[in-house]
Each structure stands twice: as structure tokens, then as C-alpha cells.
């Protein structure tokens, strides 16, 4: 490999940046996608690249995006939460990128619970 150009290495910087925004974010809220072993293999790794790339397709820059380990509920994997300051978290289960998609815009964003998707707010369970 030769040597790099300065404006190579800036885009290389800029690239790097823009994702670590991404899982740094200061705002409103964040989305936890819950990462266990159980939840990689039932399609948390493309819930994860469907939410990553819906915030930067649509330029969210006040969603702070975190991953955890399994939540215990592994028979409804892949899941998330979210979660806004001073309020109780929402778990959404049995998700996809289409799903999670659909909760970034609604709830993360606009503050409406996905009830379809929800098993519990706080520990309160949905009916």
C-alpha cells in the first residue's frame, strides 16, 4: 500500500467521526438494542445496521444508540429499548429493520409509543 494523501486521511477522519456520533449522540433519547447471544442470533446484527443507517440517512443527531447483553427474554429476540429522560423505558420485541426503523421514527423521534411492538413500558406489561 503506498502513501496516504492528506485529504485521504481526512476522509478517513471524517468517516470515523460520523459513526462514532452516531453511538454518542446527546438528545432526547436513546434506543438500547439488546446484543446476548440470543438476540445476534435471532437478527439483532441487522436490527442494529437498519437503525444505524436509517439515523444517518436521515440526519438524527439527538439519538443516542447502545447496545446490552441479553435482557432474559429470549423467546422474543431481537429487542429494544427506549428510552426518554424522566420517563419509563419501552421494550419492543420480535423486531427487524423495518421495525426498528419504524420505532426510531415514531417513538425515538416523534415521542409515539409503538404499541404493536411493545411488550412493556416501565414494568408495566402491554396488553
Do not use: F, W
Not at 468517516?15 to 454518542?24: E, G, H, W
Amino acid at each position: 500500500m503506498g502513501k496516504m494523501t492528506i485529504e485521504e486521511l481526512r476522509k478517513i477522519r471524517a468517516q470515523a467521526k460520523k459513526t462514532i456520533n452516531l453511538r454518542d449522540a446527546k438528545g432526547k433519547a436513546r434506543i438500547t438494542v439488546h446484543m446476548g447471544t440470543c438476540g445476534i442470533a435471532s437478527g439483532a446484527r441487522e436490527v442494529m445496521d437498519a437503525l444505524l443507517k436509517a439515523i444517518e440517512d436521515q440526519g438524527i443527531q439527538d439519538i443516542l444508540v447502545t447496545t446490552s447483553g441479553c435482557a432474559g427474554l429470549c423467546s422474543h429476540e431481537p429487542m429494544a429499548t427506549v428510552e426518554y429522560q424522566n420517563s419509563p423505558p419501552v421494550k419492543y420485541v420480535d423486531l427487524d429493520a423495518e421495525k426498528i426503523v419504524e420505532v426510531l421514527l415514531k417513538h425515538a423521534v416523534n415521542g409515539e409509543i409503538v404499541k404493536e411492538y411493545a411488550l412493556a413500558i416501565g414494568s408495566e406489561k402491554m396488553n
